[in-house]
């Protein structure tokens, strides 16, 4: 099937720092892609939805200069949480509609010390 | 408003065990409906796809059925392994819209 590469699926910043996330579609082309949240035990909430060549669509309640979205390519999307705070620290994941359907990234652990 | 509700919030079993999970919607229109199983610490991964005229589809141990008349769908796991534990998710995608619904999810968990 589709796979989306989602990249790192770890990482521990200082708070203030920014940390990136890459989400890459390997065997298709992506126009959109989303992203997505989830605290523990809890449902993925939707972010924002992320276009290619053009401004990502954020969610209510988003703050998109927090999480700035790049969709620069048909195959990667980057999601930069900025300034990040330890109220920041979750689990983010990214997804792609595929030629199977919504395939999902591996997920990235953010922990903001 | 479009919802996907999912019971029961949380199950635990015996393994080698059947069990049946719950999904009602009232997305409209409705375009398909997926069965994503995540374990934690991953992402989603995707165990069916039903579109409207699908009734019943199988992978695996895993069997999901679709009744669009009542809006309904039903997850049933067979001769359950430990390895089942895990989150399963149903969602609901609309006709015409590239965004998803999501049900809330059924935490699922086999003890030996």
């Known amino acids: 099937g589709a796979v989306v590469s989602q990249h790192p699926s770890r990482v521990i910043c200082k708070s203030g720092t920014s940390v990136k996330i890459e989400c890459r579609s390997l065997d298709f082309q992506a126009t959109t892609m989303f992203w997505y949240r989830q605290f523990p035990k809890k449902s993925l909430m939707l972010m924002a939805t992320s276009n290619e060549g053009s401004k990502a669509t954020y969610e209510q309640g988003v703050e998109k200069d927090k999480f700035l979205i790049n969709h620069a390519s048909l195959t990667l999307s980057t999601l930069t949480v900025t300034s990040a705070h330890p109220e920041d620290s979750s689990f983010y994941i990214c997804?792609?509609?595929?030629?199977?359907?919504?395939?999902f990234g591996s997920g990235t652990r953010l922990t903001v010390v | 408003k479009n919802q996907v509700e999912q019971s029961p919030q949380s199950l635990i079993i015996l393994e080698g065990k059947n069990c049946t999970l719950q999904?009602?919607?009232?997305?409209?229109?409705?375009?398909?409906l997926r069965w994503y199983k995540q374990d934690t610490g991953r992402g989603p991964v995707s165990l069916t796809i039903m579109t409207f005229s699908e009734n019943t589809k199988s992978n695996g141990r895993y069997t999901a059925t679709l009744d669009a008349d009542t809006k309904q769908s039903s997850l049933h796991i067979t001769a359950s392994q430990l390895s089942d534990s895990a989150s399963y998710i149903c969602v609901v995608s609309l006709r015409g819209s590239y965004i998803p619904t999501f049900g809330r999810g059924t935490s699922l968990i086999v003890h030996p």
């Open positions: 997804s792609a509609m595929g030629w199977d359907g919504y395939t």
């Open positions: 999904c009602n919607y009232t997305v409209s229109p409705f375009s398909n």
